[in-house]
């Protein structure tokens, strides 16, 4: 047990950062999507739907969008924006049954690749961490 609370203490710093909101752009943005795309929590993973809708009733999905179009690698970065075209296309009060499967290949996509964005955002932390920045 104590292993795995150090083996993620990296996750705990950037949590907490996030939430102080001192975890800067692009990094607050991926630690959103990150926190979203994880299929493994409790609840399973929200997906691209629930991140931008979420970001748009915060009024940040401008911003969001903008961030991580610009730390996605290639392949995770043009599904992204096949998902946000998505978004867009169903307009702002879409009907349930257009919701419904319409991100399922979008997630199921980032889902196979959530170790490369954990990845990203790992060494992001742990070298603000070992700067002393977090």
Request: glycine share 6%.
């Amino acid at each position: 047990m104590f292993g795995r609370l150090k083996e993620n203490a990296w996750y705990y710093k950037a949590q907490k950062a996030y939430r102080k909101e001192k975890l800067p752009a692009p990094y607050a943005a991926l630690f959103d999507y990150f926190t979203l795309m994880d299929k493994n929590r409790f609840s399973g993973g929200r997906g691209h739907f629930d991140f931008f809708s979420m970001a748009k009733f915060d009024g940040w999905l401008e911003d969001r969008v903008k961030d991580l179009r610009s730390i996605l690698p290639e392949g995770l970065l043009e599904n992204f924006n096949a998902a946000y075209d998505k978004y867009v296309s169903l307009g702002d009060e879409p009907e349930y049954d257009d919701i419904i499967g319409a991100f399922n290949e979008f997630d199921e996509y980032v889902y196979g690749r959530y170790e490369q964005l954990r990845s990203i955002l790992k060494d992001y932390i742990t070298e603000m961490i070992e700067k002393h920045y977090l």
